[in-house]
């Protein structure tokens, strides 16, 4: 089958193109933005790419590609959507595509949650890999213990991070609808993605539909510390359900132990404890809690805890997650995804439970579709508390102004420290002033969903320069 996909440089499309790739379908695609790294990933596998979306392409190929798949970034007056709309072409979501020629007949696990999906998912993913279970996988990011982000498998197990976003212009359910979980991990659950939720009350609904999905004899992991998710699962459970957590009443519960490593306690009884790799860059309360969430949900499976753990000695992260870019004049520099006000606060916090008393020097962009709008805006100065000094990035104009005042906002941090906030709306001031301020010993934590102009390596050349 010829399958040509619109919006393929995705992270979660272009996961999709390797997967139908791999399992032997001739595999095409088109994006508005076709570089580097995303575009040789995906002509190393021999997926051929076409920049733009000029419905001029369809004339390109020598028989019409027998369906077309759909990626949530395309909208109806997309000028190929509308051409294969009047033409009467077959066309579907990357969901749905994927949940019934890829997922149907496995036993899918799925990581559902407003933080840390890509994290957990890579975590369990490597637990089942480690243990010789052969997993299919789709990860909304770049686990470090593998090179790719997306992989067919060959075993009868399917790892999937789950996301609560809306799968395509024509099917506004979530994503994770598609994908009929046998084993659901439900991590986290608070408000996020304004552009497309009204409130907190209909990302629930979403998630009580994934519960409906879920058979009697699956399971449903869900961390017992979230009242969302404690809602959720009140309208409705019809799978076993394992709460995870640090309180010692959950099915699942941890006590830390020194280095970041933790024991596990299931029932109340010790199982295993999971020492973390001196290099792997895992760190923080929040990561203990997604090891956890990942090993009860291999539990299901078969794969015994202190196995899971063994496996997790080994887990190494994923790109962009508190990863280390550069080192120079004793200052590391570090880039993280975190974008959410929550993301923010547990990236700190685990970085500081690292580097002790040794200033952090945080660099903000917030320039997800959720801060743009300002919904988070009022929590971001609390969770910027555990920086020495915060450098911020929000344009006061052009397309990529944010539409409020990010220096009013960060205001209350220079109310209790002077110059603990600076906002910039010039990226090469914005190097300038850190790598004025940094000095050896310090930590530059980067943090974006975004490319952020390649600020990391623009801030490591000033340091080098300084030095």
Not at 360 to 366: D, M, Q
Request: glycine share 10%; hydrophobic share 45%.
């Amino acid at each position: 089958m010829h399958i040509h996909i619109l919006g393929i440089c995705g992270t979660f499309m272009g996961g999709i193109a390797a997967i139908a790739r791999q399992a032997g379908h001739r595999v095409t695609g088109c994006d508005a933005n076709v570089y580097p790294p995303m575009s040789t990933q995906l002509e190393a596998q021999g997926i051929e790419l076409i920049e733009g979306y000029s419905p001029d392409q369809l004339l390109q190929f020598e028989t019409m590609p027998d369906l077309f798949v759909i990626g949530n970034v395309v909208s109806r007056g997309n000028p190929l959507m509308e051409a294969i709309l009047n033409q009467g072409l077959p066309y579907t979501s990357g969901p749905q595509w994927l949940g019934e020629e890829v997922l149907f007949g496995r036993h899918v696990l799925a990581v559902a949650g407003t933080h840390g999906k890509t994290t957990t998912s890579a975590m369990l993913t490597w637990i089942l890999e480690f243990n010789h279970y052969q997993p299919g996988y789709l990860i909304g990011g770049v686990p470090l213990n593998f090179t790719v982000s997306a992989h067919l498998g060959a075993g009868k197990y399917f790892v999937i991070e789950a996301d609560e976003y809306d799968t395509a212009f024509f099917d506004k359910r979530s994503k994770f609808v598609h994908y009929r979980p046998r084993t659901a991990l439900l991590n986290n659950l608070e408000f996020d993605h304004a552009d497309i939720f009204a409130d907190l009350a209909a990302i629930e609904t979403q998630f009580h539909h994934l519960v409906r999905t879920v058979p009697s004899e699956g399971l449903l992991v869900v961390n017992g510390e979230e009242p969302a998710l404690e809602r959720v699962i009140a309208r409705g459970a019809w799978a076993p359900v394992e709460n995870f957590g640090r309180d010692i009443k959950s099915e699942w519960s941890l006590i830390s132990k020194s280095g970041d490593g933790f024991a596990v306690i299931k029932g109340g009884v010790e199982v295993a404890i999971v020492t973390w790799a001196a290099d792997s860059g895992v760190m923080g309360t929040h990561n203990q809690l997604n090891a956890l969430a990942a090993i009860a949900s291999a539990n299901h499976i078969g794969i015994a805890p202190v196995d899971a753990a063994r496996a997790l000695a080994q887990f190494k992260n994923v790109k962009r997650r508190l990863e280390t870019i550069g080192v120079t004049n004793h200052i590391v520099v570090y880039d993280d995804f975190a974008h959410h006000p929550t993301a923010i606060t547990t990236t700190l916090d685990g970085l500081r439970r690292r580097v002790g008393a040794a200033r952090i020097l945080a660099v903000l962009e917030p320039r997800s579709n959720t801060m743009k709008l300002g919904v988070m805006k009022a929590q971001l100065p609390n969770s910027l508390q555990e920086a020495d000094k915060v450098f911020a990035f929000g344009a006061s104009s052009g397309k990529e102004s944010l539409g409020w005042d990010l220096h009013e906002v960060l205001s209350p941090l220079n109310a209790m420290e002077i110059d603990k906030a600076k906002v910039f709306d010039e990226l090469d001031t914005l190097v300038l002033a850190i790598a004025s301020e940094a000095k050896p010993g310090d930590h530059i934590l980067v943090m974006s969903n975004g490319g952020f102009g390649g600020v990391h390596q623009k801030i490591l050349k000033a340091l080098e320069g300084k030095k």
